[in-house]
């Protein structure tokens, strides 16, 4: 057993695992997964009953004040549990971050680029994030489906700055850890690149549990991915997706985007998209052209 855990723990290279067939492949991809979701899950079940049991004996001031902020409490109950499931897989996900085959191209780690180039990926996420939230609203696919209303009214249910917390640093790193940083990683090492991207990027936008999150996430989830790739450093994912979730919330806590009329709405999606493929072209082109030569 102990060395069934480090089999799948340790960072294997590519040459190493060219003789695994595809069991022992799809073990070290997924088994690490099945951890995570197994100890969050326990570890959010604990937490809820420790707090009924706290409501049970404590005072009615308690009992009220708990009951009146009960989304806060559900997104903090769902945050810790995140961080317990992390913790379970943080020995395979820290190799994986540490010891990874994505390295940054020389013109990403020049001190003249360093600056705008993680400017780049920030208005990048912004603007990609800003467009798919305005094209989804525009379609209708958002009010599609009743599952994506209920984890909407969670969400910004919960106090606008535990959110920011919870949704724009806990969330990001901790997914990022998971879906780029060991699953990303092992994938592209197992398949290669141009199978990794899209399917690790499926795992990320499924991993939200209703179809309009998960179309959201994989898309959102390629350019994280090969916004990874580019850069080579764990940091560029977790940026992405920490701004990205940081400005939509931000932006939609008060209904913000939701005010904008129809016209005014197209017109932003446009110009958004077409300063996200600036951006874009942007950092393949002028922050790390030796990526892409």
Not at 99 to 123: F, N
Not at 212 to 221: E, F, M, S, W
Not at 237 to 251: D, G, T
Not at 267 to 289: D, H, M, N, Q, T
Request: glycine share 10%.
């Amino acid at each position: 057993m102990g060395n069934f855990f480090r089999m799948i723990n340790a960072r294997w290279g590519r040459e190493e695992m060219t003789s695994w067939g595809s069991l022992r492949k799809t073990a070290y991809l997924l088994l690490p997964l099945l951890f995570y979701f197994v100890v969050h899950d326990a570890a959010e079940v604990l937490l809820w009953a420790g707090l009924n049991g706290l409501m049970t004996k404590g005072s009615a001031s308690l009992t009220e004040f708990l009951a009146g902020n009960a989304y806060t409490v559900n997104g903090l109950i769902n945050g810790l549990s995140i961080l317990a499931g992390v913790a379970a897989i943080w020995q395979a996900v820290y190799g994986e971050i540490s010891g990874g085959e994505t390295k940054a191209s020389p013109a990403a780690k020049s001190s003249e680029r360093v600056v705008t180039g993680y400017i780049a990926i920030g208005v990048l996420a912004f603007l990609s994030a800003l467009a798919l939230n305005l094209i989804f609203s525009l379609s209708g696919l958002t009010g599609s489906s009743e599952s994506f209303g209920q984890t909407a009214r969670a969400q910004y249910g919960v106090n606008f700055a535990i959110g920011l917390l919870l949704y724009g640093i806990l969330s990001p790193a901790a997914e990022e850890a998971v879906f780029r940083g060991l699953i990303y990683n092992r994938m592209k090492r197992c398949f290669g690149y141009f199978i990794a991207l899209p399917v690790s990027s499926l795992f990320f936008g499924c991993y939200h549990g209703n179809w309009v999150q998960a179309l959201y996430g994989t898309l959102l989830g390629l350019l994280i991915a090969w916004t990874y790739e580019q850069y080579g450093s764990f940091a560029a994912p977790v940026l992405f997706h920490s701004v990205s979730n940081v400005s939509i919330y931000a932006m939609t806590y008060y209904n913000s985007l939701g005010n904008l009329s129809r016209s005014v709405s197209v017109g932003v999606a446009a110009v958004s998209l077409a300063g996200a493929a600036v951006c874009f072209w942007y950092i393949k082109k002028r922050v790390c052209p030796a990526k892409n030569q």
